[in-house]
């Protein structure tokens, strides 16, 4: 189907030469690019800050608050304005449930090409935004926008966690079991769109997991078994756990048979389809992860997948196990896996 999104009259993924967390920029140009930017001023008060790649800033008020503050917008991943601002909303705030934080309010980041979308289209977008932090309780209380070559839209994000109860990409630690929240693929699927070859359902699909909001963020940071939760988004679930390893001083070992997979995306990664950034991010960290000698490229294409507002990913002790998979499903999140372990050593080992 062409256009399951139903907007045959103007393609928005047109005006984009990437879509969604697809169009980060790869980990490895990402490096050069801060290899010479200093810390800068660090208050005692910055819990969390650049140092290990984490997915927000956390600034701790007092005793009991700090604040965690986010930034995340992207070009267009989907057709459909209401869609695309939903997506780009619901990635944002994930960054915030991804510290264990809740949201409290967000600022509209807006830049589109005036002389190209009808201001009507625009309004759409932003209605879509609006929506998701609707449902996340919080307004929209301000934010920017210009004119720009390229649709962009996106958030700037607060919330406000308890300093005991912040987790950090950084903190697994060895023997730690891995639970991942969302099923992979989403970037297979977009680039499945933008060739036109998404069903009506193989949208439907992509739309339920990008927007479902990683809302389970704040209940796994109570569990005491919690280690260390980041949100596997732009550099694909090897980038994001390389991630955490790095952080943590350690490796980590996954089994791709565990792995939860969206099975239009695995049909299509079979079929050759994937994204560019899949490719880039592993030019950028592949050095550092070790495959079978018989490992299918589309298995690596997956594991590289660019994914929109993916899902949490929890490093916990053995015995938290059971408490983080009962968080997931009170929440919704059925899918949720087990997929590997945390490791003395380093890099990624997939078998």
């Known amino acids: 189907m062409e256009n399951p999104d139903n907007t045959p009259a103007l393609r928005l993924t047109s005006f984009a030469h990437g879509g969604g967390c697809g169009c980060k920029i790869s980990p490895a140009v990402l490096n050069q690019i801060l290899a010479h930017v200093g810390p800068g001023v660090i208050p005692p008060q910055l819990l969390v800050g650049i140092e290990s790649s984490d997915d927000a800033a956390v600034y701790q008020l007092n005793e009991r608050q700090a604040i965690v503050a986010t930034t995340d917008f992207f070009t267009p991943i989907v057709d459909d304005p209401y869609d695309f601002g939903r997506i780009a909303a619901t990635n944002a705030l994930s960054d915030v449930y991804a510290m264990g934080g809740t949201p409290i309010l967000a600022l509209a980041l807006v830049g589109m090409p005036l002389d190209k979308l009808p201001l009507e289209v625009i309004g759409r977008i932003i209605e879509g935004g609006a929506s998701v932090c609707r449902e996340a309780g919080i307004p929209v209380a301000g934010g920017h926008s210009i004119d720009v070559v390229e649709p962009i839209y996106g958030l700037v994000a607060l919330g406000i966690v308890d300093p005991a109860k912040v987790r950090k990409n950084a903190a697994a630690q060895a023997g730690d079991v891995l639970v991942l929240g969302k099923p992979l693929g989403i970037g297979v699927l977009s680039a499945a769109l933008k060739q036109g070859k998404l069903s009506a359902d193989g949208y439907a699909e992509m739309l339920r997991w990008t927007t479902l909001l990683n809302t ?40 791709f048979a565990d792995l939860p997979l969206l099975a239009s995306a695995v049909a299509f ?3 050759g389809v994937a994204t560019g950034a899949s490719t880039r991010n592993w030019q950028s960290y592949g050095s550092e992860v070790t495959l079978p000698a018989d490992f299918p490229l589309w298995q690596q294409k997956l594991l590289t997948d660019p994914q929109t507002s993916g899902g949490l990913l929890v490093s916990c002790a053995a015995d938290a196990v059971d408490a983080v998979l009962a968080c997931f499903r009170e929440k919704g999140f059925a899918e949720a896996m087990v997929i590997g372990r945390m490791l003395e050593g380093s890099g990624l080992r997939v078998g």
């Open 269 to 271: 990664a079979r079929d």
């Open 216 to 255: 389970p963020g704040p209940a796994l940071a109570e569990i005491d078994g919690v280690h260390a939760l980041t949100d596997v988004t732009g550099f694909g679930l090897a980038g994001h756990l390389l991630e955490i390893c790095r952080g943590s001083g350690l490796g980590a070992a996954v089994n």
